[in-house]
């Protein structure tokens, strides 16, 4: 018999949650699977069925054989209002590659505190940051422990490290194509529950400190093709130039608020401004020194995106804006 866990987002806005149940089968490639829709904000009581698919399988890292990310579909099978993953499938080729920066707080599950601050607030930010040592740094083994299980799922997380702010962690989420918002969302799925074991939780939200402290986002950076290996200054400055065109378009889909995140201070650019520039953290579009050093072919890194967007919105707007 296998262990076949099947993980999914729910219909709790602004933002949506992640679910999971295990099916113990004798089957080795996972069906779809109905499951109680009232229950997640998907269905009403009297007609509640709604069906889980497989999209993406991996390794279980830890208690179950197969992690199963799934989209939700309704009874018919057509695709559920909350399922933002179709809005990629069609447009979204491996051709395009993502690298999510997913920044986060540990936090204490009693009463919401940042795990670090129980004594009050701390020092202000400047040591934190790649910190190290004991007066630096909080929760270092959650976050290489959980490095530990994405890399055992076959997830590709290519670096991680301390953040500005006590308590606060990001890792680095690199993928191709639509799969790229399945890692992401999956990494995110073992995150929470590796820190379950540490009694710890963790908050998403883009400014769960007030004051002068960094916030958290999730940083996008992305390329095609032509980025990679026919770019140019003139290239790159018109897609920066394509995305200023829609910026209020992108912010409403980079995650809710992002207005307490996006305000001119701490590495970002005001909410109701677009700027882009090399080697600029202050920017909405930083162009990486990679970039520039490579001769224009590389990627650009969107800084907007708050650390609880939903990937799947992401790529469909970035993706469909260039691909006009």
């Given at each position: 018999m296998k262990k076949h866990e099947y993980i999914w987002l729910d219909g709790y806005k602004p933002e949506p949650t992640?679910?999971?149940?295990?099916?113990?089968t004798d089957?080795?490639?996972?069906?779809?699977w109905a499951f109680d829709g009232s229950s997640t904000q998907q269905a009403e009581g009297g007609n509640s069925d709604c069906i889980l698919r497989p999209t993406s399988e991996y390794v279980g890292p830890l208690s179950s054989d197969k992690l199963v990310m799934c989209e939700v579909l309704s009874l018919d099978k057509t695709p559920h209002p909350s399922n933002t993953r179709r809005r990629c499938e069609g447009l979204v080729t491996d051709e395009w590659w993502f690298g999510y920066e997913q920044e986060y707080f540990f936090t204490n599950p009693e009463d919401g505190t940042i795990l670090g601050w129980e004594g009050g607030t701390p020092r202000p930010q400047g040591d934190y940051y790649c910190g190290v040592g004991a007066g630096n740094v909080v929760g270092?083994?959650?976050?290489?422990?959980?490095?530990?299980?994405?890399?055992?799922?076959?997830?590709?997380?290519?670096?991680?490290n301390a953040e500005v702010a006590l308590g606060q962690w990001e890792y680095q989420c690199f993928g191709?194509?639509?799969?790229?918002?399945?890692?992401l969302w999956?990494?995110?799925y073992l995150l929470q529950l590796v820190a379950e074991d540490y009694g710890v939780s963790v908050s998403f939200h883009p400014k769960p400190q007030e004051g002068d402290w960094n916030g958290s986002g999730m940083h996008a950076n992305f390329s095609n093709n032509q980025m990679r290996n026919s770019g140019s200054k003139e290239l790159m400055y018109a897609i920066c130039e394509k995305l200023k065109?829609?910026?209020?378009?992108?912010?409403?889909?980079y995650g809710s608020d992002n207005d307490m995140r996006l305000t001119g201070l701490h590495e970002t650019q005001s909410i109701d401004q677009f700027s882009y520039a090399p080697f600029d953290r202050g920017a909405s579009i930083r162009i990486p020194i990679y970039t520039v050093d490579h001769n224009w072919n590389g990627y650009l890194e969107d800084r907007r995106?708050?650390?609880n967007a939903d990937p799947y919105r992401i790529m469909a707007h970035i993706v469909g804006t260039l691909s006009d």
């Open positions: 992640l679910r999971s149940k295990v099916l113990v089957e080795d490639a996972p069906p779809d270092r083994e959650i976050s290489e422990t959980h490095m530990d299980a994405c890399l055992a799922a076959g997830i590709m997380i290519v670096g991680t191709k194509g639509l799969k790229a918002g399945d890692d999956v990494s995110r065109a829609v910026h209020s378009e992108g912010i409403a889909e995106p708050a650390s």
